[in-house]
C-alpha cells in the first residue's frame, strides 16, 4: 500500500531517531508521556487489519524499540464506537487474492503473516507491561492483537470471538497458540470450535481478561493500571515478565503452516466470497 | 424466576433504552433488525446487554435466523 509510510506524522522532529515518542497513522497513532505509551487504533469501520494497517503496525513496532527503554507500560486501545477490533481485513483478503493466481496469493497470505507475527511477537515479549483496553467487537485477529497483550481490561460490553472456522481457515495471527498458553487447550477448544462469541463477564470468569469495567471506562481502567506499573521497578517487572511468559515460536509456526495449507482450498475462496457478498444481516454470526 | 412475559418485556424495555426508540413502538412480533434499524455489530450489543442484564450466555449461534423479540424472549427464558 504506497503511501502508508509517507502518511506516518513523526512529531517529534527526530526522523533518524528510532525513538519517535510520537506518531500518527490513517489507521493508528501512538504517543510516549510519563511512561506510558499508548498505541489509539483508528481506522474505519472498526481497525480491520489489512495491509495498510500493517505498514503502520510495523512503523510502530519500531519506534516501540525505540521507546520502551523510556517506557514502562503500553496501551492499546480503539478510537472507534464498534469496538477494539473485528479482525482481519476480509476484503481486501478476498479482493487481492481474486487477481492472483493460487500460488501467489498462498505466498502473499503467509508473507502477510510473517510480518504480523513479527509484530505481535515484539509486543508479546516487550519488556514493559503491555495491556490492551478493550470494548465491543474483539474477533479474530483483533482478539489475537489483545491477547498479545499481558492484561486485557474490558468494558462491559466487550465480545470475544474467533470466528475463522466459518471461512474454513484457522486464526492466523497467533491466536491459537497465545491462548492455549494463558489458558488451556480446553478453552481454545469451545471458542475455536464452536466460533462462538463471549461477552466480557464470561472472559473474565475463564482467566481472560484482568479487569471488567463500565461501558467506555476501559481506558480510564488502564490508564489508572499503568500508573500503577510505574511504582515498580522495571528491570524487575521485565524479567518477571519473561520468565512468565514464553513465547510459543513452534507452535506459531506451525499455525502460519496449516493457515496456509488452509488457505489453499477452495472452499477459502468460496467461504470469503460469502462473507464480503452477505446481505445477512448477522454476517458475523458463525 | 421470570415468567415468560416478564422477560419479553424486559427485552423490549432494554431495546428501547439502548437503541432510544419509543418502547410503545416495539412489539413482540416486530423483526427487531428492521424496528430498530440495526446492523450485525448492534445486533452483538444487544446480545451482550441481554447477557449482562439476565446474567445467561447465549451462544450467538443460536440467534441464527431469529429475528423477533418474542423467540429471542424464548430462547434467553430457556437459559434462566
Redo the contacts between chains.
Sequence with gaps: MPGVTKDIQVTDGKAESKALSHGRGSGLSWSLADGVIELALHREP?NELGSASLEELEKFATALEGMQAKAHALVIHSAMK??FC?GADLRELYQRSQAMEKAEAVKGVREFLERIHRVLNLIDAAPLTTIAAVH??TFGGGFELALACDLIIAD????F?FPELRLGLIPGFGGIPRLKRDLGNAVVRDLLL?????????AQQIGLVSQVVGEGEALRAARATAAQLGKFDRATAAAAKKFIKPIPQEELRREIDIFCELFARPAVQAGLRKFVEST??????? | MNTAEQTLDEILGLAAAHFRVPREKLRPDDDF?KTLGI???Q???L???L??HFRV?L???E??GV?DFRTLAGKIQARL
Design positions: 472498526c464498534p469496538g473485528a465491543g467487537v462491559k460490553m466487550a465480545r470471538c464452536t466460533g462462538r462469541s463471549i461477552n466480557a463477564t464470561k445477512d444481516a448477522q454476517p458475523y454470526l458463525p | 433488525f446492523d450485525s455489530l445486533t452483538l450489543d446480545l451482550t446487554k447477557e449482562n450466555e451462544p450467538d449461534y440467534l441464527q429475528s
